[in-house]
């Protein structure tokens, strides 16, 4: 069983910063990429940010000035930099990692999401 669980949510001013962190647990070979999406209220979930398991990454053109994506292979945890939050950057956020098993085709696993509120 594989688990994703971030944290680093919560309310912050417009203009401020947040650093979200997802950590990867259980049984697996290895993670290959590993990305950020997020959902506001109404809309669709949109992809982020991506990183490659050699850390290769891509961001969304709204976010790419603004947010870094990075990871820690030996902790399997991804990390995103959020800075010069706006309020439109209000939504939950998810973690999502291909996750190669012992046997078996890669799988997607997902987070349960944190809350990312920006106040203006």
């Known amino acids: 069983q594989v688990q994703l669980v971030e944290s680093g949510g919560g309310l912050v001013q417009a203009g401020g910063s947040l650093r979200l962190s997802c950590a990867a647990s259980?049984?697996?070979?290895?993670?290959?990429?590993m990305r950020w999406y997020r959902q506001a209220p109404g809309k669709q979930r949109e992809l982020v940010a991506t990183?490659?398991?050699?850390?290769?990454?891509n961001y969304a053109d709204s976010m790419k000035d603004r947010f870094t994506i990075s990871r820690d292979n030996a902790k399997n945890t991804v990390f995103l930099q959020m800075n010069s939050l706006k309020p439109e950057d209000t939504a939950v956020y998810y973690c999502?990692?291909?996750?190669?098993?012992?046997?078996?085709?890669?799988?997607?696993?997902w987070g349960q999401g944190t809350q990312v509120t920006v106040s203006s």
């Open positions: 999502n990692a291909e996750v190669q098993l012992r046997r078996l085709p890669a799988s997607d696993y």
């Open positions: 259980g049984s697996f070979v290895s993670i290959n990429p």
């Open positions: 990183i490659s398991s050699g850390g290769r990454t």
